[in-house]
């Protein structure tokens, strides 16, 4: 049972609690309800003998991805089996049983089949669509190339129209056009949906989606002119079998281009498609998942590092008495706390972001887009805002456990490795800084001559009233309370005014100097990147303040409520120079401001286990001997680390072949 | 070829590159030795690194046990000796790779703590590898905090014999290298008890396993504590003792001694053993910290020098990501952190030096300042190489997350620095202990040590520059660090003294202040550094090339450091709101002047292809055909899966349609 022989701290811990957990669960889940299916599925798979393993960190990494394709298979017929459909569902049950991590088919059912639903015609879907959706055709999605990533309208690789035969031809012309990166490309998929420049009648069409066989089905061997395989060990996600393709001279029917928007006809003419904002909303999609994605990383990350420094107790606090916690230590406090806030804040971020798709989807499909640029902008720049914070925040985590936070055994390193990359994937996180950027800069450019902006940027409307004056924006308009979020989240929309406002100013003064937009862009992008980020973090503070008045139990704002102030003040302390450079705060407040956030460290540290409980991370999932839910930490390090490889045998092979003809020999 | 990317960047060095490599080495014949270990050792195929990224934790192991034998025999070849000049490249030139690396803090902890009829006994047959050594202090429940160790050493006066025991799981032994499979000797630090009373920690040499066939002694449980982020080539060990007896001769006994009858005796100074530590964190600042981060920026550097991306200028190619101002941000900063660390090095170097001199001369004043500085500069150096590392990872985009990148691996390495040889913050908090002392010394005007004596000499004034290129004056930068460590430091002793005269206890009150006493030592040291690179470059007059690209890294290092933490700079309106806009314009005006000679300043760092292990950073530049080739050598493209046959095969073939 999870509740018996539990650490004498932790149960300490836990009964100290201001709140009841499971009320503020309910609140993350989105609901009582969904709380108690989100479990009922978790127990689906975690009561399952199918889908128990060896622990992954003893296994190499062929064996990791033989497991994952086990249970990836498994996965799709329970699936099913137990018809589960709703999205969020599916992501529940695949990252249980994958325990956080990516695995093969990832790309078969995230982006191969969706692609088939949004971009084939009815007939290719009665092609494609049932063998992929039996597993016949897995395919995968092959868009990065080896000289490019981010940069999408640099990708290399052609697809040649031949009207004789009505065949496309492949082409990797270029060492760099080598396909890169797939995910399930290397071993696992006979299809590949490839983006390639289209020509046709002697001329580029640009980027187009093509369904390209490249292993035999049956064999599984790949195709004449098709070379594929691993790209080989990576940081992380030893289970995917991340690859490279090179497609020489290789011929595809004109049929297997992805035809439902562009089209070439039978003799090469080529039919352009209505608009290409319709891809913004998937776009916005896969960030607000990413955002999704950093809360919970850094939840687990949280989770873990909390529960373990209040099980390890270390040196002296006052002379004479037992090792505190370390926990108690300020300085560890200090490390964790605001990272536990800013998992809170990401949540409610993400969630946000979620249901604004949801709402204006419905508005997408009926043609009205009125909404998404301001959300594509929003999301781009809020993906890189909290994938940047939650790497370094795992880090963190993983740096305040000490020694044993470095051993496998801790759970971080591989959280941590799995994270990362989502600061490249989906947008290079810098470049979607700049994305973000130049629709601010455009608002700015719109406000500044005469007409308003709505949404999140609307503060910037207030810049025209203000412009009689000669002075900063910001360094007149607000009296900040320093314990009322509210107060705060002006000080942060000031703060996020006076950034863009100077960044538009540089960007105007550059090009003022020079010939061309791209160079002035370019050697204003350092203050583009900072206007940014301060937008952003306006949001989140002003979401997260928002979220504190929908909350109903008393004490579950409270504590909410303390994190959302420690939020606010700690990025305040963190970026003093922002405010007292625009004349926001002054010294006397910025001393103010440091001294309170140390007064809710020692105040948010008794809710502190109750606060990483209410995530509620099986112990399973979180996959931490440091974290685990009972505090039995070093009994079981012990356990895990006799398990270990170099221990199979009593003696290591090493002896007898290095060790002992070496002493016999000096 | 050279990829005419990377040629065009050397063609346009403002300076000699070779000229820059001998002064980094400290002479032209250091650099030509260094090359001549280096090649040695490259040359020899049982050092190659090629397959590293391949290999599992059993092969790593037994690949650097392999290697650490062959060393042997190649010193032995070459005419080598550990105590030559040789021996610091030798360690360069296997990039860390290689076992038995704790066998050499066992000899010397028996060298500096034994006597020396222990040295006699034991050192010879150490050197000779008839018996490995260990070195067994850290156990799971305690690290830094060496007083709270819970193994036990109970001296037994009828048989003469220690009794070592690890009474509970805590004090199980925990992450000693070589300890797991290698060791056959360790140095175990236990509480000594005697007739029942607690002597405090102390060392006694432990076999662990039998010379003749390698099994574990009697009452030893050993054995490997499992993957690391890194380090899969040490065999990072366990150990448990039960009433493990051994002779009394085996406790180190050069400064403490328990006599026959049980008398306890102390001897020489305890001193001595906290100038060990400083000796073992000095030495790793260069090594582990300043090494790697200078790798990380040439493989990053070179590659944005190859990588394009995207176009600047219609109608041109693409732009070199070099380019780019955000990616000069990102990348040209820790270009010149690498530069002023290598600084700093030679500095405590040089202090530890002196101060060695002193020490053998029975004077130990100097102990307390170079303790503090050795803790505070560990700390600051490896915490700021390691984000350097990790900045240079992210710069290089999907392709640093390949492990052939070689940057992953230079990462979780050089992490593991800001843990070990002392928790990081607990160092900081250590060198705020000096400061705070010293501080309140000098306010009292006492005499304080040579590197502190700045506090006294407190001047509330303002930041007298008018314009963006006054800051480029190091009087101007030096002074605003000064003032701002001077600021952060008195108002920390400040809050410290208002709580403690307002009743709080002096522990609970140190305890409140410690965020800030950490970021007052990280203040100093970052002062310490800047001050001292704007020394280097003054000293540097003769060599006029290497000194102006060298003033252009040392104002961007220090107006970086301005730049981003501006808050402290502006706090007390030091600098104001419109110098720190100068600031800024100066900072970003120097990325692009930096910019030009990026390559060629990386160049400088001289690292050979294969000390680089990447695909990314290589001289020539031919990045691409590189990690195309070596992805094709991966076991996962060689081997057949077994996943195929076994369950992809039954997927693929219709197991699914039935549903």
């Known amino acids: 049972g999870r509740r018996t022989m539990m650490n004498a701290d932790l149960r300490r811990e836990r009964a100290a609690a201001t709140f009841q957990p499971e009320l503020l669960t309910h609140i993350l889940d989105g609901g ?3 709380t108690r299916r989100r479990k009922e599925i978790e127990a689906l798979v975690l009561n399952d003998p199918d889908f128990q393993h060896e622990d992954l960190n003893f296994l190499s990494r062929s064996q990791r991805y033989e497991q994952a394709i086990r249970k990836s298979s498994l996965m799709v017929m329970k699936l099913r089996e137990y018809g589960i459909a709703d999205p969020e569902e599916i992501y529940w049950f695949k990252s249980f049983v994958h325990r956080g991590r990516p695995e093969p088919l990832d790309l078969h059912l995230g982006m191969f089949l969706p692609t088939l639903l949004t971009q084939a015609t009815p007939e290719q879907q009665d092609r494609f669509f049932m063998p992929a959706w039996n597993l016949e055709i897995i395919g995968t999605y092959a868009q990065t190339e080896m000289g490019h990533g981010t940069h999408l ?18 082409n990797s ?19 590949a949906i490839v983006l390639a420049q289209l020509y046709t009648q002697g001329q580029c069409k640009g980027l187009h989606a093509f369904i390209v066989p490249i292993r035999q089905l049956g064999t599984h061997e790949p195709l004449p002119g098709i070379t594929v395989g691993d790209i080989g060990p990576k940081f992380g996600y030893d289970e995917m079998d991340n690859g490279y393709l090179k497609m020489d001279n290789f011929r595809i029917p004109r049929e297997n281009m992805l035809m439902k928007y562009a089209q070439v006809e039978p003799d090469g003419t080529y039919v352009k498609p209505l608009s290409d904002k319709l891809t913004y909303g998937t776009m916005v999609f896969i960030r607000s998942l990413i955002v999704g994605d950093s809360a919970r990383s850094l939840s687990r990350a949280c989770t873990i590092a909390i529960r373990y420094s209040a099980v390890r107790h270390q040196s002296e606090l006052k002379p004479g008495e037992p090792e505190p916690q370390i926990l108690d230590y300020q300085t560890q406090q200090y490390k964790l706390f605001p990272l536990l806030a800013t998992a809170y804040a990401f949540h409610f971020v993400g969630a946000y972001i979620k249901d604004t798709y949801r709402r204006i989807s419905g508005d997408i499909n009926e043609g009205d887009l009125s909404e998404l640029p301001e959300l594509h902008a929003l999301t781009a720049g809020l993906k890189a805002f909290t994938s940047w914070t939650a790497n370094a925040g795992i880090e963190e985590c993983r740096m305040a456990c000490g020694g044993h936070g470095y ?19 989906e947008g290079e996180n810098t470049v979607m800084m700049l994305q973000t950027a130049r629709f601010l800069v455009k608002s700015y450019t719109q406000v500044s001559s005469g007409q308003r902006v709505t949404g999140t940027v609307s503060y910037l409307n207030d810049l025209s009233r203000q412009r009689i004056q000669p002075q900063h924006v910001a360094a007149r308009t607000v009296t900040v309370r320093i314990n009322d979020p509210v107060s705060l989240v002006e000080a942060y929309k000031a703060r996020a005014a006076r950034l863009v406002e100077a960044a538009a100013k540089n960007l105007q003064a550059e090009l003022n100097h020079r010939k061309s937009k791209e160079d002035a862009w370019n050697r204003t992008s350092v203050d583009l990147v900072r206007a940014s980020e301060a937008h952003c973090h306006y949001v989140i503070v002003k979401l997260f303040t928002a979220k504190l008045s929908e909350i109903s139990n008393a004490a579950v704002r409270a504590v909410l409520t303390e994190l959302c102030l420690l939020y606010a003040l700690h990025g305040i302390s963190k970026n003093t120079g922002d405010f007292l450079q625009a004349g926001i705060l002054n010294d006397a407040q910025i001393t103010q401001v440091n001294q309170r956030v140390k007064e809710l460290l020692a105040i948010i540290r008794r809710n502190a286990v109750a606060l990483v409980d209410s995530f509620d991370f099986h112990d399973v999932h979180l996959g931490s001997v440091l974290g685990r839910y009972d505090g039995n930490v070093y009994e079981n390090m012990f356990e895990w680390a006799k398990k270990s490889p170099l221990n199979k045998t009593e003696v290591h092979e090493s002896f007898h072949k290095h060790l002992k003809p070496l002493q016999a020999k000096l | 070829g050279v990829n005419p990317d990377l040629a065009n960047e050397r063609q346009t060095a403002s300076f000699s590159v070779e000229k820059l490599t001998a002064w980094l080495d400290g002479g032209a014949e250091q650099t030509r030795l260094r090359r001549a270990v280096v090649e040695a050792i490259e040359r020899d195929p049982v050092f190659s690194r090629e397959n590293q990224y391949f290999q599992s934790q059993n092969e790593r192991y037994e690949a650097a046990v392999r290697k650490a034998v062959h060393l042997q025999k190649k010193m032995h070849e070459m005419g080598w000796s550990q105590e030559g000049p040789e021996s610091k490249y030798i360690y360069r ?14 000899m010397r902890s028996i060298s500096v703590l034994g006597s020396d009829e222990q040295i006699a006994k034991w050192i010879p047959p150490a050197s000779q590898y008839q018996l490995i050594g260990s070195y067994a202090q850290t156990e799971l429940g305690h690290g830094t905090y060496l007083q709270g160790l819970e193994t036990t050493a109970v001296f037994d006066v009828t048989t003469q014999e220690f009794i070592l025991n690890t009474p509970k799981i805590s004090a199980m032994k925990w992450w000693p290298g070589d300890m797991g499979r290698s060791a056959t000797h360790t140095v175990v630090f236990a509480q000594l008890y005697v007739h029942g009373k607690c ?3 102390h060392p006694f040499i432990v076999q662990i396993r039998s010379l003749q066939d390698h099994s574990l002694c009697p009452g030893i449980i050993a054995g490997d504590i499992g993957p690391k982020m890194n380090f899969e080539h040490i065999d990072n060990g366990y150990l448990m003792l039960q009433n493990v007896r051994v002779p009394r001769e085996n406790m180190l006994n050069k400064f403490c001694e328990v006599q026959p009858d049980g008398t306890y005796v102390r001897r020489g100074s305890q001193k001595i053993n906290y100038f060990t530590m400083t000796s073992v964190r000095i030495s790793l600042i260069s090594s582990e910290a300043v090494t790697p981060l200078m790798k990380a920026c040439t493989i990053a550097i070179r590659y944005s020098a190859v990588r394009r991306q995207s176009k600047l200028k219609p109608g041109e190619q693409e732009a070199k990501i070099l380019d780019y101002q955000t990616q000069q941000e990102k990348l040209l900063p820790q270009l010149a952190a690498a530069y002023a660390f290598h600084f700093i090095d030679d500095y405590l170097q040089e202090l530890f030096d002196r101060g060695y001199r002193e020490i053998q001369r029975k004077n130990f004043d100097t102990l307390p300042e170079l303790h503090a500085l050795s803790s505070g500069f560990k700390a600051t150096v490896t915490q700021y190489c390691t984000s350097g590392v990790e900045i240079c990872l992210r710069a290089c985009g999907g392709h640093g997350y390949s492990l052939l990148s070689g940057l992953p691996s230079l990462y979780t390495k050089i992490i593991a620095s800001c843990i070990y040889e002392g928790e990081n913050t607990i160092l900081l908090l250590q060198t705020a202990r000096f400061l705070v002392k010293s501080f309140m010394a000098a306010s009292t005007g006492q005499s304080v040590p040579p590197s502190v004596t700045y506090l006294a000499a407190v001047k509330p004034s303002k930041c007298p520059a008018k314009n963006k290129s006054d800051f480029l004056s190091p009087d101007i930068y030096t002074e605003a660090y000064q003032h701002m460590a001077v600021r952060l430091i008195s108002s920390t002793a400040a809050k410290l003294q208002d709580l403690i005269q307002s009743g709080v206890k002096k522990h609970d009150a140190w305890n409140r202040c410690t965020v800030q006493l950490a970021q007052a030592a990280k203040a100093h040291c970052h002062y310490i550094i800047v001050k001292n690179f704007a020394e280097i470059v003054a000293k540097l007059e003769s060599k006029a090339g290497i000194q102006k690209i060298m003033k252009h890294l040392c104002d961007l290092f220090a107006l970086h450091g301005i730049f981003s933490n501006a808050g402290v700079f502006l706090h007390d309106g030091y600098i104001s709101g419109a110098q720190m806009d100068m600031v800024t314009a100066s900072y970003l005006d120097l990325l692009a002047i930096v910019r030009k000679d990026a390559v060629p300043l990386v160049d400088a760092f001289d690292f050979t292809d294969k000390s680089l292990n990447s695909a990314l950073g290589c001289y020539d530049g031919q990045v691409y055909q590189r990690l195309y080739e070596w992805a094709r050598k991966s076991p996962t493209n060689k081997q057949i899966s077994p996943a195929y046959e076994k369950y992809l095969k039954p997927l693929l073939h219709n197991t699914l349609s039935k549903l």
């Open chain 2, 199 to 201: 002597h405090g920690i």
């Open chain 1, 32 to 34: 009582a309800e969904r």
């Open chain 1, 173 to 191: 012309p270029t060492v760099t056009s080598i396909k890169w990166w797939p995910g399930g490309l290397g071993k696992t998929s006979n299809h």
């Open chain 1, 407 to 425: 051993s496998r055994c801790s759970g971080i390193p591989d959280i941590y490795v799995t994270f990362t990359p989502s600061c490249t994937y």
């Open chain 1, 153 to 170: 309208r640099g990708l290399e690789t052609t697809a040649t129209y031949d009207p004789a035969t009505q065949e496309f031809i492949l």
């Open chain 2, 93 to 106: 030139a296997v990039a860390g790779d290689i076992a038995f690396l704790l066998h050499r803090i066992f």
